[in-house]
């Protein structure tokens, strides 16, 4: 009704998954999050979604997280061996979250199946990573394994310093290496599907993140980008698209280009008038689209959103 084509359902959050799991059951004990146990709320979806017309692309939202807060939760509790360190050999945590190690072949191996299951098993249009899907903290690193095959390739060990440029380089690769080898092995199965990711911004996203996304694009790597350009004010939000355009319009990729707007979070909610501004403004400067976060935000206040949305910007 208002206008939108696409919806992105979380089917990974908490280390648990939205939909029944072999890869869960099997490695974890655990097939769903219990909340849902009995249904597929993945299924359930697709279903709805495709019936009025929207893509559906699930989305990875915990990505390489392992939990909040809970020392690691039952991830690290039953696979010690995955957990990312920081340069004190302490689980590495970053803003609250506890991550596994996304340079592990073993933990990447382990994200890919849940993935492929979905690829294989369900109706899709796209698979949807984000700040957490290929990422990991630039804090981290430091496990043992990841330091001795920084070893074997340099016959040194990285200066403890996170963001020192070739440490940073060396372990943003082999996340690149991993999403070439996630996008290939997706579209061998389903080439119609799109590869999307939300990262941060650039180059913050890099320096905190290792999320080197121009590198992405430029390699064919991912169907559509969605930098988070999560702001509360309409100056601030049209500076950051004054910069993404400047970043990407020579190379020719802008227009896989569009940007994530914050309409909700905690007790904000953006005014009508400042989300229509910033998709006017998308317009004029030739971006074509954008991803709203979150679902939400769209309900409250009797559907005001949505009814601006409706009709105005996405007016049909």
């Given amino acids: 009704e208002t206008g939108f084509n696409a919806v992105f359902p979380v089917v990974w959050n908490k280390a648990l998954t939205l939909f029944p799991s072999q890869t869960m059951l099997k490695t974890f004990g655990r097939e769903i999050d219990p909340a849902h146990k009995g249904r597929d709320p993945l299924e359930e ?4 979604g495709h019936r009025v017309g929207l893509k559906v692309i699930p989305w990875f939202e915990y990505g390489f997280a392992s939990s909040y807060q809970q020392n690691g939760g039952h991830i690290l509790a039953q696979k010690p061996q995955w957990a990312a360190k920081d340069s004190k050999g302490n689980l590495l945590v970053k803003n609250g979250f506890y991550w596994m190690n996304s340079l592990d072949s073993e933990v990447q191996d382990f994200l890919l199946k849940i993935i492929l299951e979905v690829v294989r098993n369900y109706d899709i249009d796209g698979i949807q990573g984000d700040d957490r ?33 070739e440490w940073l380089k060396w372990r943003g690769d082999i996340l690149t290496a991993f999403l070439t080898r996630l996008y290939q092995e997706i579209k061998a199965i389903k080439p119609q599907i799109l590869i999307s990711i939300s990262p941060g911004i650039f180059n913050w996203c890099y320096r905190e993140y290792l999320q080197d996304y121009p590198t992405w694009m430029e390699k064919g790597i991912v169907d559509l980008i969605h930098p988070q350009l999560y702001r509360r004010d309409f100056p601030s939000y049209k500076t950051l698209v004054d910069r993404l355009v400047k970043l990407h319009s020579n190379s020719g990729k802008l227009s896989i280009v569009f940007p994530g707007i914050l309409i909700k979070v905690g007790n904000y909610r953006i005014k009508e008038e400042d989300l229509l501004k910033a998709i006017f403004y998308n317009r004029k400067k030739n971006i074509n689209g954008e991803i709203l976060f979150f679902y939400e935000g ?13 009709k105005s910007a996405y007016g049909s």
Avoid: M, W
């Fill in 133 to 165: 899907f290929p990422a990991l903290p630039s804090e981290g690193g430091y496990d043992e394994k990841t330091l001795k095959r920084y070893y074997q390739e340099f016959n040194c060990y990285p200066h403890i310093c996170d963001r020192n440029p």
């Fill in 45 to 48: 979806v697709i279903i709805e």
């Fill in 298 to 310: 769209l309900r409250e206040n009797n559907n005001a959103l949505a009814k601006a949305l409706r």
